[in-house]
């Protein structure tokens, strides 16, 4: 699971660090650049082309500093939830 899901986000977007903890529970942070607004399309084929897709929580920051942009959104039990509107 470990690799897969770091190889499916280094695949899908332009990663500029990686950074995991390999323990009792897996922490994986990576920085990746994407245009303007939270990727949810790829994001959401990501995760559902992930066998281990509903037993992962993840958690995204997006920001555009340009143009004010700030998006938080969580992924959990198998569904994206953008956290300022859920």
Same mark, same amino acid.
């Given at each position: 699971?470990?690799?897969?899901? =770091?190889? %499916?986000?280094?695949? =899908?977007?332009? $990663?500029? *660090? @990686?950074?995991? @903890?390999?323990?009792? @529970?897996?922490? $994986?942070? @990576?920085?990746?650049? %994407?245009?303007? =607004?939270? +990727? ?6 990501? =995760?559902?082309? &992930? +066998?281990?897709?509903? *037993? &992962?929580? !993840?958690?995204? &920051? %997006?920001?555009?500093?340009?143009? *004010?942009? !700030? ?5 959990? %039990? ?7 509107? $859920?």
């Amino acid at each position: 699971m470990r690799d897969s899901m =770091t190889e %499916s986000i280094a695949k =899908t977007f332009n $990663c500029n *660090d @990686i950074n995991s @903890i390999d323990g009792k @529970i897996f922490e $994986c942070e @990576i920085d990746f650049d %994407s245009k303007w =607004t939270f +990727p949810y399309k790829e994001m959401e084929k990501m =995760t559902q082309e &992930l +066998p281990e897709g509903n *037993d &992962l929580y !993840i958690r995204v &920051l %997006s920001y555009e500093f340009n143009c *004010d942009y !700030i998006g938080y959104n969580i992924y959990s %039990s198998g569904e994206w939830c953008d956290k300022f509107d $859920c």
